[in-house]
């Protein structure tokens, strides 16, 4: 028995238990899980690819809506000594879960990154740091409008200035649900949609496409715009002009 097949042997029952344990969790509460299997690692890379695209720069990274931890597991190896990430996931047993691979990931001693896990929503994270990118996991589009306004005030908010976000948006979800659902959940999500795309309008740098996905999915780079040291920061309170 090699060294793979040992490794390989322990990874297949945890991709199950987590698939599993995501099942559940989607059975409980498909809006705020918002999917019915974790990202795959094409998803995942894309993702995380403005904090590779920085390294070995040290940098302080947000993750929100971490889940069972695969993008989280992704994030990590990229992580240049001395960053420090900080995960937020609202889900009890996901957290727990995000708490034991923090706790066992050998990257970590290696690179001395400070990372924590906070069980809360990420428009309650009592936090005066600000993010050099913040990789977003959260179903938007399975939320009201108004959440999403809020959810991403807070993101831009906790940017730096040039800081980026990253997020994700499965591909024909509004088609789908304009011919299965009803018409005030088809209402929700246009306009849904068109906050995000106001978003995208203003501070997007980039859409990529990721097929290898179960759905396939739409990758988006935000970047909060930098600001000349004459001028004051401005506030994002969720309100679009």
Known sequence: MNDWTTSHDRVLPQRNAEGWMFLIEAARDLRTTGAIAPSGKALARALTDPVRAQAPHPLAVLEAGAGTGPVTRALIPRL???SRLDIVEANPRFASRLRHLVTTHPHLTATSAQVNV???????????????????????????PVQVERIMARYMGLLHPGGTLTYFAYLGTRKARALTASRAEARRHAAVDEIMAAYQRTYATGRWTVWANLPPAYVWHLQRPLVPADQPTPQFDGTRR
């Not at 309650?124 to 913040?134: A, G, K, P």
């Open 118 to 144: 906070h069980q809360t929503y990420v428009e309650q994270l009592d936090t005066d740091q600000r993010y050099d990118v913040i990789v977003s996991g959260l179903p938007l589009t399975n939320f009201a």
């Open 80 to 82: 240049s000594r001395g």
